[in-house]
């Protein structure tokens, strides 16, 4: 999905934000592609 979960944080915490508006972004690692929110619904269906 273009994310992955800090060395030192837990991967609760992580989930937790990544589906968040305010907190999806520091998770990027795309570098060549243009951050976009990824909602709830887009992670569902991509599991």
Do not use: P
Not at 9 to 14: A, P, Q
Not at 20 to 47: G, L, P
């Amino acid at each position: 999905m273009g994310f992955k979960c800090h060395e030192r944080k837990d991967v609760t915490d992580f989930l937790q934000e990544v589906t968040s508006k305010k907190d999806q972004m520091q998770y990027w690692t795309h570098r060549n592609k243009r951050y976009r929110f990824i909602t709830v619904k887009e992670f569902t269906e991509a599991f």
